[in-house]
């Protein structure tokens, strides 16, 4: 079983930063992608930031130029450097790994972020 755990949320003003981190454990193979989705007070999860085991990444559009996501193959870890937050970042944040081959998917339990205004 694969297990994902996240640090790094907590309590910022808006222009502040955050530093996001995932680590999973248990068999984890190679090829991969990892990935931040966020969900919000009444609405519906949403995919933030995404970045594959070759190191190419996706952006939800409402945080490019603000966000950057990243990764350490050896220690199966990702992080999510979040730098201009606005309120409406203020959401729980939860890390995702998911297997391209087997298309197998795991999720982390979430870590809260808050952005006051």
């Known amino acids: 079983q694969v297990q994902l755990v996240e640090s790094g949320g907590g309590l910022v003003q808006a222009g502040g930063s955050l530093r996001l981190s995932c680590t999973a454990s248990?068999?984890?193979?190679?090829?991969?992608?990892m990935g931040w989705y966020r969900q919000a007070p009444g609405k519906q999860r949403e995919l933030v930031a995404t970045?594959?085991?070759?190191?190419?990444?996706n952006y939800v559009d409402a945080v490019k130029g603000r966000f950057t996501i990243s990764r350490e193959n050896a220690k199966n870890t990702v992080h999510l450097q979040m730098n201009s937050l606005k309120p409406e970042d203020t959401a729980v944040y939860y890390c995702n790994l998911k297997f391209r081959v087997s298309m197998m998917e795991y999720w982390g339990k979430g870590t809260l972020v808050t952005v006051s205004s």
């Open positions: 248990g068999t984890i193979f190679s090829s991969n992608t």
């Open positions: 970045i594959a085991s070759t190191s190419n990444t």
